[in-house]
């Protein structure tokens, strides 16, 4: 790799998804296409309507026939506006029509590849790890991405959960003083309704030891009319509310996504990204520093680079476990750390995140240790004399602060 990646282009001024929408959405007046609700009624969902938009491969047609009974097609009219209609290997098209691969489960794929359902003591509560649960709110997306690790939930069959089901997941947590953090994702939460959004979050943050909470949607994304200033304000009065969002190409960072993304932070809403790692997509360090520049102008931190979890019929997706870390390898020392995800693995089955990198160490000593740096060049790190790393303080601020 050079001593330097190409720079980062700019975004577009004009709406990305004007031309799109021109062509396949030409009777949409400019109040219907700013009308997420709209888009929803639009979306398109089976292969009648996605071959009246999209001229299909073969490849992509069995695929839609083979999926239908296993996981949800659904395309929102703005995200489909972003599509290249004569390149099957369209980024945003990979994401979202199904191939025939799809429909195959390898070996080693699983119906719950985080092992989520055997700590999901409540329909709505996930408690896998100690200090924080994952609330899932609903089985609805704005567009159904083919890479889905909870497709198992977002194929359809548990939709929005009921008063009582919500009742009982906050009182879960309410029962449970070790939760410091709640993630709501589903499905997409920001689907809800103001009014059901703030039925979960102003209990939540009336519980003393809930400290934040997360919502993972990828509604800035897909979806971006969404985020409207009435939304913005409502997280902004539950602070702190943290958006992860998912972003996975510099091409989704449209006009359209800024302004959303813009619209959150300006109401002092933090948002952060985790782009997923799918071959043939977005595997190749160019991409994934051009999608974190793009990012990092919108004032979104990149925060995870995900490998592939081992979901059913996503295997054609998946990278080697190696190519994470040569990617994050062709990023370091050629941006900013800001620019450098963390790439992250979620074992499969339930044993959570670790992360990986590239191995900096080339010989550990008694007195000092041998680094390689981004160039490859040798350093040597002496280690101190002292070894005593006790906090003495340490005890008269918790006595202070807790005592």
């Not at 001024?13 to 007046?29: H, I, K, M, Y």
């Not at 888009?39 to 999209?54: D, F, P, S, T």
């Not at 055997?118 to 649960?133: L, N, Q, S």
């Not at 020392?333 to 080339?362: E, F, I, N, W």
Request: glycine share 6%.
């Amino acid at each position: 790799m050079s001593s330097s990646l190409p720079p980062s282009k700019g975004t577009p001024a004009r709406p990305a998804s004007q031309a799109g929408r021109a062509v396949l959405f030409p009777e949409a007046t400019d109040a219907q296409w700013a009308d997420w609700r709209w888009h929803q009624r639009n979306a398109v969902r089976n292969l009648a309507q996605l071959e009246k938009v999209i001229p299909l491969t073969p490849d992509e047609r069995a695929g839609v026939q083979e999926t239908s009974s296993l996981f949800r097609v659904g395309i929102s009219p703005y995200y489909l506006s972003l599509i290249d209609r004569d390149h099957p290997l369209c980024p945003i098209r990979m994401q979202s029509i199904p191939v025939r691969a799809e429909a195959r489960v390898r070996p080693g794929e699983l119906e719950d590849p985080l092992g989520e359902d055997k700590t999901r003591p409540e329909e709505a509560i996930v408690h896998k790890y100690p200090d924080r649960v994952l609330f899932l709110a609903l089985d609805t997306c704005s567009v159904y991405c083919r890479h889905c690790t909870r497709r198992r939930i977002t194929k359809g069959g548990e939709a929005e959960l009921s008063k009582e089901q919500m009742r009982r997941g906050i009182e879960y947590i309410r029962q449970h003083p070790e939760v410091r953090d709640v993630l709501i994702s589903g499905g997409d939460p920001f689907l809800l309704t103001e009014e059901r959004l703030e039925e979960l979050l102003a209990p939540l943050y009336d519980i003393p030891h809930v400290e934040m909470v997360r919502i993972g949607t990828r509604v800035p994304v897909c979806l971006p009319m969404r985020v409207t200033d009435s939304l913005a304000r409502l997280l902004r009065r539950y602070a702190p509310v943290y958006v992860v969002t998912h972003f996975n190409h510099p091409k989704e960072v449209t006009p359209e996504a800024r302004e959303a993304c813009e619209r959150l932070v300006d109401h002092g809403v933090p948002v952060e990204n985790q782009a997923v790692l799918m071959r043939r997509l977005n595997s190749d360090a160019r991409i994934i520093q051009e999608l974190s520049h793009a990012l990092l102008r919108i004032r979104v931190r990149p925060y995870y680079l995900h490998q592939m979890d081992v979901a059913q019929g996503c295997e054609h997706l998946r990278t080697p476990l190696a190519k994470g870390v040569e990617i994050l390898q062709q990023l370091r020392g050629h941006t900013s750390g800001l620019a450098v995800p963390h790439l992250a693995v979620d074992l499969p089955g339930g044993g959570g995140k670790v992360t990986l990198q590239p191995d900096y160490v080339v010989e550990r000593g008694t007195h000092d240790t041998v680094f390689r740096n981004y160039k490859g060049e040798r350093y040597v790190y002496p280690e101190p004399e002292e070894l005593d790393c006790s906090c003495p303080y340490d005890a008269v601020w918790r006595e202070r602060r807790w005592g």
